[in-house]
């Protein structure tokens, strides 16, 4: 049975654990035509929740240079993957109506697969026009994510998929991310080791 944060809304349940900021580094190795691009990086994501069942993501990442040189920029939505129901918002600005379908820990329980894990669905939208929907699995401290989709802007380059894993190893948040793009199949791509911090933490530098 899920062990749940009276202050959250129960879908949060499977995915309290992600909750705060958290900042460290990592490393960005991928193939671009003939050469290997390399870099070290810094970065800093948050996972936020404004009583409502799903997380809003933010990471921002910077070169380890002497510039601390901007990279990439991510935002999104992560929630559990289930059925639609009738009270839920939307679509557009539209309201709730009635009371939550998944309103307590035991009405989240009934959403567990049998393997144990919770389908999870994760919208990552990129600032050069890319927006990524990721359908996976949560399984206690373990992510597993495939992208259903990409939408690509006219003026974005070549990204056609991407596979991502978070963890929670030793209260660390680890990832790596796979990416197929620029005539690429899916390769990896990249991956980081990020501590937990405090707000105040998390603006220090970038």
């Given amino acids: ?23 460290g580094t990592g490393v960005l190795s991928f193939p671009v035509g003939d050469r290997t691009v390399e ?5 800093r994501v948050s996972f936020a929740h404004h009583g409502h069942p799903y997380l809003a993501y933010e ?18 939505f992560w929630r559990l993957a289930r059925p639609a129901a009738e009270a839920d918002a939307g679509p557009g600005m539209l309201p709730p109506e009635g009371a939550p379908a998944y309103d307590s820990a035991e009405a989240v329980e009934a959403l567990r697969r049998p393997d ?3 389908d999870l669905q994760a919208l990552i939208a990129h600032p050069a026009g890319v927006a990524e929907l990721y359908l996976g699995t949560i399984d206690g401290p373990r992510i597993d994510l495939a992208t ?11 990204h056609t998929a991407s596979t991502r894993m978070l963890g929670l190893v030793d209260q660390h948040l680890l990832w790596a991310w796979d990416l197929a793009a620029l005539g690429q199949g899916l390769e990896s791509h990249a991956s980081a080791r990020l501590a937990r911090v405090t707000p105040s933490e ?5």
């Fill in 1 to 23: 049975m899920l062990e749940l944060d009276p202050t959250l809304p129960a879908e949060l349940g499977p995915l309290q654990w992600l909750i705060g900021s958290w900042k």
């Fill in 39 to 43: 870099r070290e990086f810094g970065q």
């Fill in 59 to 76: 990471a921002y990442a910077w070169i380890l240079d002497d510039q601390l040189t901007p990279l990439a920029a991510e935002t999104g």
């Fill in 116 to 118: 144990g894990a919770f």
């Fill in 148 to 158: 259903d989709a990409v939408l690509r802007g006219a003026g974005a380059k070549e």
């Fill in 202 to 206: 998390a603006n220090e530098g970038r």
